[in-house]
């Protein structure tokens, strides 16, 4: 009888080992998402009606590269179904009013129609089940078989998520040794002497211009104690032609430490909260891009806190996901590779492989099941992996 498969989270790793398992002919594949707006986590888009027009902002991940021969080939794919495309402008570095062209970036990758293609893309090729939040999961040990919610009993189980949410979800599944790596501290600086998994918080905030701010780049990593990014979103949707007609949107991303110190529940940000941290950003904002006075009052803002934004840190593990073949139970996801989108799709592709091989008894083998992590990579928000002598040229 078919093997049957259920994904807890509709991120890119999830929908990557979904799709992978597919592939691989597992067809019997849930991933179960609990985005309102679709599945995407931490790869989606928001569309905004800005004066009339729709206006689509990234308020997740911005960008992405590519270094890795097996992420190279889910790019390829993506880009055939017009999910991804090149974004052209200038990124660099913003410091003390300064921009440095980044000369390390070969190539950046962004979404067709803002970032949420991308997820869109890899779940029209699987069985996704959303918005569904899963609240309980338990391993039947007589059985062999998880229950998952109310969604009945299945072969495999796949964490594709984490934060408090893992942390919880798995604190009484009867998996402790699971449970242990999925236990999560909330930090701006990594400790480590801790060695568990550590999450910073970002704030975000979108805001629309009604006409062009003329900045000579479209994206800047930033140098400053308040604000870590900031990035021209309607350079991404049109053509630079176009540019400076109209209506202009940015996303800004706060640092780690300003996160930190300005927490609050993400779900209830108290709105004097919100108005405070849109009005300091905006500041910081002139201030960082040296606009100050002229910065035109924005026909638009909206802030969100991401509570669980980027891991500092990834699981010490050559396996590239976690693997557990005596209770059937895997965990993918950016925190086992690198804090990005394609250590994301990689972790989510090595799973994928791991289930695939334990149900064709080819091997049975569990991953290092040991809680020991390292710092991860890069400090910047994304990671950025990149390879210069991997050009992607579509044909
Ligand atoms: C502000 C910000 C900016 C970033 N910028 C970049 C960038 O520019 N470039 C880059 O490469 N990376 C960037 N990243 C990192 C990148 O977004 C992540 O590495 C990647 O998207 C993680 O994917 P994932 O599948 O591991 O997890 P997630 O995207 O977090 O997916 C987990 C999913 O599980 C769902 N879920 C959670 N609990 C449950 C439950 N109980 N039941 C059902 N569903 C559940 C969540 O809703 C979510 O959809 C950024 C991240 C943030 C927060």
Known sequence: MERSVAIIGGGISGLVCAARLKQLNMNNVTVFDTGKHGPGGRCSSRTINVDGNLHTFDHSAQY?????????????????????????GKIGHLKEGKFTQDDQLTQAFIGSDGMVSIPKSLASLVQVKGPSWIAHVEWDSSLGKWKVDKYGYFNYLVIAHNGKCADNLMSNAGVPNIHRLLQVRFSDTLNMRENKMQLCSIWALLVAFPSSLKLPYVAAHVEDNQISWIANNTSKMVARATLGKSVECWTIFSTKSFASANKVPQEHIPPAKAKDITNTLLTAFGRVTRIHKQLPPPCFTRVQLWGAAVPLNVLQNKEECVFDGQNNIGICGDWLVSPCIQGAAISGLALAEKIHNNCSGSTRNSTDLLPRFKPAESETIGAFPSNPEMIFNPK
């Open 64 to 88: 992405f590269t590519v270094s890795d021969q097996r992420f190279a080939k889910i790019v390829s794919f993506l880009h055939k179904q017009g999910a991804v495309k090149i974004w052209n």
